[in-house]
């Protein structure tokens, strides 16, 4: 008979070392605590909201609106939260806020500038570019032209395409604009300072008109017509 072949015997594997077994659920447990550490307690929470930008409104009137309380924890103060909040304010136009970490909260705020006033029923409403009213005054705002139009609105195009023509104006002539009368999208007029009357008729060639109209208002006149640029007139 042949002799039967050994077989090699295989040696088991000697046990893992029992602290092997506990460090993956340890390394979790921890990891587990120091995340509810952070999202929960107030250790690493906000010690400092800082605002910039900010011109009439103050650094207390945005921090309260934009809601971050002292000792929230960072993880869960939410930026585009605060701009919903702030947005909510009337004067402001656009809102950030950036976490600095690691207990700081920086606000970015931009305010909205007036262009124009209009005289409404419950007092003088003051309005951006965009024709957004943001302020109620007492009196007309100082160096700033007054709207004379139906109404006053951001969705009406009359307020549109009056604001449109003071934005296109180089700021020297925009200086010297007391009042935009505007009937409808197609007929603006401006008054100026000296009793001048600029006639701009509608938005269309609005960057040749506002070309033509500084060196047109050199000439001596008091009603200035650049509703066909192509031929302007003094009269």
Do not use: C
Request: hydrophobic residues 45%; positive net charge; aromatic residues 4%.
């Amino acid at each position: 008979m042949e002799r039967a072949r050994r077989r090699p015997v295989r040696r088991s594997a000697p046990p893992a070392p029992a602290w092997r077994r506990f460090l993956l659920p340890g390394v979790l447990a921890v990891a587990t605590i120091g995340f509810l550490v952070v999202y929960f307690s107030p250790l690493l929470g906000v010690r400092t909201v800082r605002v910039e930008g900010n011109d009439g409104l103050s650094s207390d009137a945005v921090i309260q609106a934009a809601e971050v309380a002292e000792g929230t924890p960072m993880l869960r103060v939410d930026p585009e939260q605060i701009r919903e909040h702030l947005r909510g304010l009337p004067k402001v136009a656009d809102a950030t806020a950036v976490l600095d970490w690691p207990s700081t909260v920086i606000i970015q705020v931009t305010e909205r500038a007036p262009a124009a006033y209009f005289r409404a029923t419950d007092g003088i409403r003051v309005l951006d570019v965009a024709g957004v009213p943001f302020e109620t005054v007492a009196e007309p705002p100082a160096g700033v032209p007054e709207l004379r139009a139906p109404k006053a609105a951001a969705d009406d195009p009359t307020t549109r395409a009056a604001l449109s023509v003071l934005v296109a104006l180089p700021v020297p002539v925009r200086g010297e604009v007391t009042a935009v009368l505007a009937r409808s999208p197609s007929d603006v007029r401006l008054e100026l300072t000296g009793g001048r009357t600029v006639d701009w008729g509608s938005l269309k060639d609005t960057q040749r008109k506002a070309l033509i109209l500084p060196p047109l208002l050199t000439r001596p006149g008091t009603v200035y017509d650049v509703t066909t640029p192509a031929l302007p007139t003094v009269a």
